[in-house]
């Protein structure tokens, strides 16, 4: 059995982060487990789990929901520059991101420019659907559109680039990486020892940071469930010809917070290339329709099959071409995607048990800020605490 100074369970945004960090101390006494992405048509196996950084396009904005937030924010992107200098890989692309209310300043935009000044963030107020259009001429609105345009380094982050920097950091650093699905934990000789699926032998770590996102309260590793709430979600992908994202490649990322009758939460990014080397506009949003989870086989059968959810495709397709019009859409595309919610809508980082911590319930928002709630998560592995500034009470978990 192998044994570690520190495992890390989940090998996404955010446990790919804290994996490097936390690798910076322990060297080869850190392991990240985790899976590799499913294959598409692939079987579903009874520990098969998912994430939703299987794709080329987050949203990247400064300006969070409150200080917290947007320190979070801001401090996850002071970091890319390094990241990507040392590993090679671009993950980053500042294009901007715009946030739209289509009836009113709503809550977010009466804070955001107090928000933004206290923290130094750089952005203009569009008070008028004229204002946005001049500033953002690709995008149409309806309403009384009223929007916040923030520059670079808000924009976009491709997800999957972002994990596969984080984990080379890693290793370069001198920690290890396990393909594996941990399916439970038991302390042991003060540590504990991981299950492992498929037969593979277990390990041993003195500590563990749980970082599973959706599926935190689904690996067997905590004593008591954390308080969360798991919902799908529905993105639909948009191809787009070379010269179209020629002329998009530098459309700002786009959040518009209307609440309409059949959608709401609707976020957009401009063309992205996927893995089969096509271009692709991003939208998601949620719709009355979406589905709420409370077991794996819920969670499984629902990435399986996007069958049950065609029918929502016009819906989203029409918001799409609403949002961009006059752009000539090739093909388009529904994906599955799942989101995790805490009563507190804020991140969890907190001690589980004796040398088992946990980070999760990142309500949505985990790509923006992974590299900093990563860093965070590694410095109370190591020090027991948060940095120096940081309100414990603020990342405080609850738990069923």
Known sequence: ??????????????GSAAAAYLAQDAGPGLCLVGPPEPAEGAAILPHTVFASHYDAGRIQRLTGKDATWTRLNLEATQAYAGLEAETGLRFHAPVGCLYVSPHWADDYLQAAPALAAAAGVQATYLPDAAALAKAVPAYRFEGTPVGWLEGGPAGIIMPRALVAAQQSRMRQRGGRQLAATVIGAQPEDGGYRLRLADGQPHLWARRV?????????????????????????????????????????HLPALLYEGWFDDRDGIYLTGPMRYPNGRYYVKMGCNVPEDPYFNTLAQVQAWFADTAASQALLPRLRAQVEALLPGVAFASWQLRHCIIHRTPSLRPVIDQAAPGLAVVAGCN???????????????????HGQLPAGWDATWFAADWR
Do not use: I, W
């Open 1 to 14: 059995m192998q044994r570690y100074d520190v495992a890390v369970v989940g090998a996404g945004l955010v």
């Open 209 to 249: 940071l749980l970082a599973a996102g959706a599926f935190t309260n689904m690996t067997g590793v905590l004593p008591r469930p954390l308080a969360m709430t798991l919902k799908g979600e529905l993105t639909v992908l948009a191809e787009v010809d070379a010269d179209t994202t020629q002329r998009l490649a």
């Open 364 to 382: 949505g928002y985990s790509a923006m800020c992974a590299d900093a709630l990563g860093r965070l998560a590694a410095h109370q592995m190591v």
